[in-house]
């Protein structure tokens, strides 16, 4: 019964039924005791052991705390222990560890393990149920476990140790680390120090790290300064003014190109219908509904009337598609793919359409709405009433997918069928003109080419040798930092409650829907906005931008864009960085410009042609319309040769984050960093613009260099 149960007194007793023990191995036996007792306390008259105090008090605390935590669920070591051993009587009594004794050889004196000193020595036979292990006894056996027979224990000692050795060197990282950022916020705190002004005082109030940009932009902007002092005379980068070409990869515009197996528009009397588009927004907004507007006509096999502008009364401006684009010549550029005309014929001119319910609104439209769209719901409709006409139509027809042909005709709208009026054709040459030659603003009037004395002839043989100086180039930037921008963004720019209010009024005068929306407070924080970078870039953003990619204090920059938030107050802080800022105001004279005063989207054209011939441009906002159709128009036209500068500005809300501590060397190079990621050419993503990414097959072809 106690061999069932693994009871400790039966160790040293033979079995009921078993072969009686000889009288020179119960010898033995009694020696092993005596040693047992010298380690464990004592030994008995009956053969057990005796524990020591010490022992019995280990053992007592032990069996409390095992008891307490068998309530819980647990049982002790003892407990597992018996029912193991209830477990081995059902397939016979296992062999008592002291029977394993007399069952073999033993020397007359007893082994001691390892040769352990004799206060930790423990007989191999004392090994038993872990009640008679004391501290002691406990320690001397992990030692003596340590063995090759004990090998995943010892493994296991081995990674503690390595463990150990991990934590110790993670702490010592972190530490590094610790020391190392400080050394940033004491360096910050050292340039707080001589920034002298109320808003660095209110700076060390509440600490380094602070949104307000009227005091990081202030620090930021006096390192600029200082930065392009020191760089005046040193070379630019070269990347500054070129395209990278290292894919090897050469793509040359061919939208103009039509297949061998090309069909022509339909007969008059085969068209299934008349289109009309009365597009809205500004200048951009204009130009994709009309080369989206022509794809559909041809996937509807329609005619196209000439489309019309609606007034908005953001823009304020009544112009008319002849006031802008060459009629004639956008007509007969595209007669081979669509069939364009003026007005409606005669019979249909007097039409209701509202009555009749062929209007299309943007409602009733979805955005970026695939072909299918087109040819399941609007055919049968222009079929039937014989006229359809669009209202708005902004974005309402998908990048993908759409068939070959039909793609490669929007490309052939935008870059060569669209063109420009001679008068605003020669303003944009003016501008670019002034930009690149000789002007007042510039400086000195130095010649065209450099004097030079022949050191070989003397006297009045000496005559000057004239070298010709290499053309001035220009960066454009457009900076969409207009009153309707700022307010539409929901974001802030520094101005405290008085922009806060001003721009609130403004979003009930002309964008109401989003004001009521802001007022029940479905919209997110201003916080929120930038930090997804929704909001549009500052001026001191911006040009601190340029300033860290290298571009030298004197370079010539011609910003464009309509009145810029902020006024007079924002262009002198960008003047302090870099004084040949222009635009198109101060590039031509006021008699220039009187034939398209009260004409916003005729001035964006001079904007659209001064950044479209730039030998740089950098946009500031990747969602303006301008921006993008820009940028398409550098890449088409281009041939690798018109940079862009494209900002991720959720990237740089990052990293503007962090400027109140950061040093200028760390802000250039993530500046750097950034921008060059975006100068990658590749190949347009799926079912992004062909105005904005025209590197395609349906609109460039490429040659291998």
Same mark, same amino acid.
């Given at each position: 019964?106690?061999?069932?149960?693994?009871?400790?007194?039966?160790?040293?007793?033979?079995?009921?039924?078993?072969?009686?023990?000889?009288?020179?191995?119960?010898?033995?036996?009694?020696?092993?005791?005596?040693?047992?007792?010298?380690?464990?306390?004592?030994?008995?008259?009956?053969?057990?052991?005796?524990?020591?105090?010490?022992?019995?008090?280990?053992?007592?605390?032990?069996?409390?705390?095992?008891?307490?935590?068998?309530?819980?669920?647990?049982?002790?070591?003892?407990?597992?222990?018996?029912?193991?051993?209830?477990?081995?009587?059902?397939?016979?009594?296992?062999?008592?560890?002291?029977?394993?004794?007399?069952?073999?050889?033993?020397?007359?004196?007893?082994?001691?393990?390892?040769?352990?000193?004799?206060?930790?020595?423990?007989?191999?036979?004392?090994?038993?149920?872990?009640?008679?292990?004391?501290?002691?006894?406990?320690?001397?056996?992990?030692?003596?476990?340590?063995?090759?027979?004990?090998?995943?224990?010892?493994?296991?000692?081995?990674?503690?140790?390595?463990?150990?050795?991990?934590?110790?060197?993670?702490?010592?990282?972190?530490?590094?680390?610790?020391?190392?950022?400080?050394?940033?916020?004491?360096?910050?705190?050292?340039?707080?120090?001589?920034?002298?002004?109320?808003?660095?005082?209110?700076?060390?109030?509440?600490?380094?790290?602070?949104?307000?940009?009227?005091?990081?932009?202030?620090?930021?902007?006096?390192?600029?300064?200082?930065?392009?002092?020191?760089?005046?005379?040193?070379?630019?980068?070269?990347?500054?003014?070129?395209?990278?070409?290292?894919?090897?990869?050469?793509?040359?515009?061919?939208?103009?190109?039509?297949?061998?197996?090309?069909?022509?528009?339909?007969?008059?009397?085969?068209?299934?219908?008349?289109?009309?588009?009365?597009?809205?927004?500004?200048?951009?907004?204009?130009?994709?509904?009309?080369?989206?507007?022509?794809?559909?006509?041809?996937?509807?096999?329609?005619?196209?009337?000439?489309?019309?502008?609606?007034?908005?009364?953001?823009?304020?401006?009544?112009?008319?598609?002849?006031?802008?684009?060459?009629?004639?010549?956008?007509?007969?550029?595209?007669?081979?793919?669509?069939?364009?005309?003026?007005?409606?014929?005669?019979?249909?001119?007097?039409? $209701?359409?509202?009555?009749?319910?062929?209007?299309?609104?943007?409602?009733?439209?979805?955005?970026?709405?695939?072909?299918?769209?087109?040819?399941?719901?609007?055919?049968?409709?222009?079929?039937?009433?014989?006229?359809?006409?669009?209202?708005?139509?902004?974005?309402?027809?998908?990048?993908?997918?759409?068939?070959?042909?039909?793609?490669?005709?929007?490309?052939?709208?935008?870059?060569?069928?669209?063109?420009?009026?001679?008068?605003?054709?020669?303003?944009?040459?003016?501008?670019?003109?002034?930009?690149?030659?000789?002007?007042?603003?510039?400086?000195?009037?130095?010649?065209?080419?450099?004097?030079?004395?022949?050191?070989?002839?003397?006297?009045?043989?000496?005559?000057?040798?004239?070298?010709?100086?290499?053309?001035?180039?220009?960066?454009?930037?457009?900076?969409?930092?207009?009153?309707?921008?700022?307010?539409?963004?929901?974001?802030?720019?520094?101005?405290?409650?008085?922009?806060?209010?001003?721009?609130?009024?403004?979003?009930?005068?002309?964008?109401?829907?989003?004001?009521?929306?802001?007022?029940?407070?479905?919209?997110?924080?201003?916080?929120?906005?930038?930090?997804?970078?929704?909001?549009?870039?500052?001026?001191?953003?911006?040009?601190?931008?340029?300033?860290?990619?290298?571009?030298?204090?004197?370079?010539?920059?011609?910003?464009?864009?309509?009145?810029?938030?902020?006024?007079?107050?924002?262009?002198?802080?960008?003047?302090?960085?870099?004084?040949?800022?222009?635009?198109?105001?101060?590039?031509?004279?006021?008699?220039?410009?009187?034939?398209?005063?009260?004409?916003?989207?005729?001035?964006?054209?001079? $904007?659209?042609?001064?950044?479209?011939?730039?030998?740089?441009?950098?946009?500031? $906002?990747?969602?303006?319309?301008?921006?993008?159709?820009?940028?398409?128009?550098?890449?088409?036209?281009?041939?690798?040769?018109?940079?862009?500068?494209?900002?991720?500005?959720?990237?740089?809300?990052?990293?503007?984050?962090?400027?109140?501590?950061?040093?200028?060397?760390?802000?250039?190079?993530?500046?750097?960093?950034?921008?060059?990621?975006?100068?990658?050419?590749?190949?347009?993503?799926?079912?992004?613009?062909?105005?904005?990414?025209?590197?395609?097959?349906?609109?460039?072809?490429?040659?291998?260099?």
């Amino acid at each position: 019964m106690d061999e069932a149960f693994g009871d400790p007194g039966s160790h040293g007793r033979a079995g009921d039924g078993e072969k009686q023990v000889s009288p020179v191995r119960e010898s033995r036996l009694s020696a092993l005791r005596r040693t047992d007792s010298v380690v464990q306390g004592g030994f008995s008259s009956s053969g057990r052991t005796t524990p020591t105090l010490l022992q019995r008090s280990n053992s007592m605390s032990a069996d409390k705390l095992w008891s307490n935590s068998q309530q819980s669920g647990l049982s002790s070591p003892t407990t597992r222990s018996r029912q193991n051993a209830a477990f081995r009587t059902q397939a016979g009594p296992p062999p008592s560890p002291r029977s394993d004794l007399l069952s073999r050889p033993h020397s007359p004196v007893p082994r001691s393990p390892r040769a352990l000193p004799p206060e930790t020595s423990l007989p191999e036979s004392g090994r038993g149920s872990p009640r008679f292990i004391s501290l002691s006894s406990q320690s001397a056996f992990q030692q003596f476990t340590g063995g090759n027979t004990f090998s995943m224990k010892g493994r296991g000692r081995i990674l503690k140790r390595g463990g150990t050795v991990f934590f110790v060197t993670l702490f010592l990282w972190f530490a590094l680390n610790w020391w190392y950022l400080s050394s940033f916020q004491q360096s910050a705190l050292q340039s707080l120090e001589n920034l002298e002004t109320p808003q660095a005082d209110s700076v060390r109030q509440v600490g380094v790290v602070n949104r307000s940009s009227a005091v990081l932009y202030e620090r930021m902007l006096a390192l600029a300064a200082h930065e392009l002092a020191e760089n005046e005379f040193k070379p630019e980068p070269d990347v500054l003014w070129e395209e990278p070409t290292q894919n090897a990869i050469t793509w040359l515009p061919c939208a103009n190109q039509r297949a061998e197996d090309h069909i022509p528009p339909p007969p008059l009397e085969h068209m299934t219908g008349y289109i009309m588009i009365n597009a809205n927004g500004g200048l951009n907004q204009q130009r994709v509904a009309i080369c989206n507007g022509v794809a559909v006509t041809r996937l509807l096999n329609a005619s196209l009337v000439l489309p019309r502008f609606l007034f908005n009364s953001v823009w304020r401006d009544s112009s008319q598609f002849g006031d802008i684009y060459d009629e004639a010549y956008f007509m007969n550029h595209l007669k081979e793919d669509v069939r364009i005309v003026k007005e409606l014929p005669l019979e249909l001119q007097s039409l $209701d359409l509202e009555a009749i319910e062929a209007v299309v609104t943007e409602i009733d439209v979805p955005k970026e709405a695939k072909p299918s769209f087109y040819l399941k719901h609007i055919l049968p409709l222009l079929m039937e009433k014989q006229v359809v006409l669009f209202e708005g139509f902004g974005n309402r027809l998908a990048f993908d997918p759409v068939p070959f042909d039909i793609q490669r005709l929007r490309c052939r709208c935008n870059f060569h069928a669209l063109k420009f009026v001679p008068k605003l054709l020669e303003l944009g040459g003016l501008i670019v003109e002034r930009m690149r030659d000789k002007h007042p603003r510039w400086g000195p009037n130095d010649d065209d080419f450099d004097a030079e004395e022949n050191p070989h002839l003397s006297g009045t043989e000496r005559i000057p040798i004239r070298s010709a100086k290499p053309v001035p180039k220009y960066l454009a930037v457009h900076m969409r930092f207009e009153m309707d921008m700022v307010a539409y963004s929901l974001c802030e720019f520094g101005g405290g409650e008085t922009e806060k209010k001003e721009l609130q009024a403004y979003r009930a005068l002309h964008f109401p829907i989003l004001a009521k929306l802001e007022q029940d407070g479905r919209l997110g924080t201003a916080d929120v906005q930038r930090e997804l970078g929704h909001c549009p870039l500052m001026p001191e953003e911006s040009f601190l931008m340029l300033a860290a990619l290298g571009f030298r204090r004197g370079t010539r920059i011609l910003l464009a864009g309509a009145h810029m938030y902020g006024g007079e107050k924002k262009m002198t802080i960008l003047k302090n960085l870099y004084p040949n800022i222009v635009t198109k105001e101060e590039l031509l004279t006021p008699e220039e410009l009187e034939p398209l005063r009260n004409h916003s989207s005729q001035l964006a054209v001079l $904007d659209y042609l001064g950044c479209a011939m730039a030998d740089a441009f950098a946009m500031t $906002d990747s969602g303006s319309q301008l921006s993008s159709l820009v940028s398409g128009h550098r890449i088409y036209h281009g041939s690798g040769h018109r940079p862009t500068i494209r900002p991720n500005k959720k990237r740089l809300a990052a990293i503007f984050e962090h400027n109140a501590t950061i040093e200028w060397s760390h802000f250039e190079n993530r500046i750097r960093k950034m921008v060059a990621e975006t100068k990658r050419i590749a190949a347009r993503p799926i079912s992004r613009s062909v105005y904005r990414h025209p590197r395609c097959l349906e609109c460039m072809c490429k040659h291998e260099v």
